[in-house]
């Protein structure tokens, strides 16, 4: 299991269309091969930030729904209202 930390910040003024276009685009992961769960967070006192946590079965599958046309094709709704490049980290747990 592995979980995929995704950092946004829209445009002010936008968070509206913002959200709506993120339940999209979650919605359809929900039909990915290995998607797990998911959440989005908004950091205190600054709308234009956003968090999205994601859980996948594994790396494989996590890559198949980011490079799927799918994904491309919601983004292409999500990527206006993005003040910058969307930063993504990929955890996983601990092994002791």
């Given amino acids: 299991m592995i979980k995929i ?3 946004r910040r829209i445009m002010p003024g936008l ?3 913002y959200e709506e276009a993120a339940r999209e685009a ?3 992961s929900l039909g990915a091969r290995g998607f797990v769960g998911g959440e ?3 950091e205190l006192g600054h709308s234009d930030r956003r968090l999205m946590i994601t859980k996948w079965r594994d790396l494989r599958a996590w890559k198949e729904w980011y490079t ?3 994904r491309s094709r919601v983004m292409q709704r999500l ?3 993005l003040t910058e490049e969307e930063r ?3 955890y996983e747990p ?3």
């Fill in 15 to 17: 968070e509206e269309e």
């Fill in 79 to 81: 990527l206006p209202i």
């Fill in 88 to 90: 993504i980290r990929i």
């Fill in 94 to 96: 601990t092994t002791h």
């Fill in 26 to 28: 979650m919605r359809h």
């Fill in 5 to 7: 930390i995704i950092e």
């Fill in 40 to 42: 989005s967070l908004v």
């Fill in 68 to 70: 799927s046309e799918e």
